[in-house]
């Protein structure tokens, strides 16, 4: 962008900007960025590190007890003035409590992930008067949510890192932001560059959410054994696990490829056998089976334990290419968008 007038490239930013606005207005943040919650990794620092520099962080409850969380939430606030929300799993036995520790610490945003909200969450997240995201699969769902007093959605695609639906962004975008205009609609899952939000941003999506190249941000508190991971993989190394039978059916999550992933189907086949041996009935394989990934994202985040461990990640993997800042990775998307709109400005 060196030999471009300072008139176009202003314009290019007033307009990267405007297509935020309402995304940014909703968070009540600079850009409409949202760092997407990932459990063991977005956690007060990063959280923190996200919002301070413009975006919006999320921290990921996952399975923290209400006392835990109050913590984090208190520690997060202690490093930041910006807003930030949480992200709590519908399926926690303590939703409802969940939900009145981030009501009483003032959250303004908070998002329910992992299934349909339960009503009485729903309500008691309006009734305390913060803001609900809830996770879009599909369209029915999105114009569902949006009666039911949902404030926001996010629509992620398949390419996203962890827990993933189906359906591609590619799709889910073309199915669900042009009949959803009321609310304000976050993309996520694949995205790595500024060009790509801005395509979105342009179809009427008011932001976009992003984890894997948060994951592995400078901020981020994943092992370095984690980044290093994912600086060494491509996007093919991003797969979602593998089911072997299907009376035995595998929650599809995206991770890179690993000792884990392949002893995962080893684990599977021997299961199967014991239960066709009559070793095992269809109840014991099926949790012998949901049991193998316990406690192997922790072991990957935390202990850097990147063979046997579960390392999520989304097949925008590939563009991390190296250990950087929050804000040099916002920044770098906001260039990106700019020159963008610089060159589509300049062929005119
Ligand atoms: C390591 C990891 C852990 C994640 N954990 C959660 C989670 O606990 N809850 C959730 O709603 N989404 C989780 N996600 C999904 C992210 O919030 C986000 O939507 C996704 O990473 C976006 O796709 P991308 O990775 O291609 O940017 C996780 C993703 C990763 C990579």
Same mark, same amino acid.
């Given at each position: 962008m060196l030999n471009t007038l300072p008139n176009t490239l202003s314009r290019a930013e007033a307009e990267f900007r405007a297509l935020q606005a309402r995304g940014a207005t909703f968070l009540g943040t600079e850009m409409a960025i949202m760092g997407g919650a990932m459990s063991w990794v977005s956690e007060r620092t990063l959280v923190a590190a996200i919002s301070n520099a413009g975006g919006f962080g999320v921290i +990921?409850?996952?399975?923290?007890?209400p006392a835990l969380l109050e913590a984090e939430i208190a520690a997060t606030q202690a490093l930041t003035q910006k807003p930030f929300g949480v992200n709590l799993i519908?399926?926690?036995?303590?939703l409802d409590d969940l939900v009145r520790v981030c009501l009483a610490a003032k959250v303004g945003h908070i998002v329910l992930a992992g299934g349909i909200p339960p009503g009485p969450a729903v309500r008691a997240v309006k009734d305390g008067g913060a803001r609900l995201i809830a996770f879009a699969p599909a369209l029915v769902l999105a114009k569902r949510f949006q009666k039911s007093g949902v404030d926001a959605l996010v629509i992620e695609g398949?390419?996203?890192?962890g827990h993933i639906g189906p359906v591609s962004l590619t799709v889910l975008a073309q199915e669900i932001l042009p009949h959803i205009r009321d609310l304000p609609v976050f993309v996520a899952g694949g995205l790595g560059r500024g060009e790509a939000i801005l395509g979105y941003l342009e179809m009427g999506a008011a932001g976009a959410q992003l984890g894997t190249r948060f994951a592995a941000?400078?901020?981020?508190? +994943?092992h370095p054994n984690f980044k290093a991971a994912f600086i060494k993989a491509? +996007?093919?190394? +991003?797969i979602p696990s593998i089911q072997l039978d299907e009376r035995f059916p595998v929650i599809p999550v995206r991770g890179l490829v690993n000792e884990g992933t392949k002893k995962f189907l080893a684990h599977q086949a021997e299961t199967v056998r014991k239960f066709q041996a009559g070793e095992l009935d269809k109840t014991a394989a099926q949790l012998s089976i949901e049991h193998f990934w316990a406690g192997a994202l922790r072991r990957a985040v935390?202990?850097?334990d990147v063979e046997g461990g579960s390392v999520m990640a989304g097949q925008s993997v590939g563009m991390v290419t190296a250990i950087q800042s929050v804000a040099d990775i916002l920044a770098e998307l906001t260039s990106q968008a700019v020159a963008a709109l610089v060159a589509r400005a300049e062929r005119r």
């Open positions: +990921a409850c996952g399975s923290m007890s519908t399926m926690h036995p303590q398949s390419e996203a890192g941000s400078a901020e981020s508190v +994943a491509n +996007a093919r190394d +991003a935390v202990d850097g």
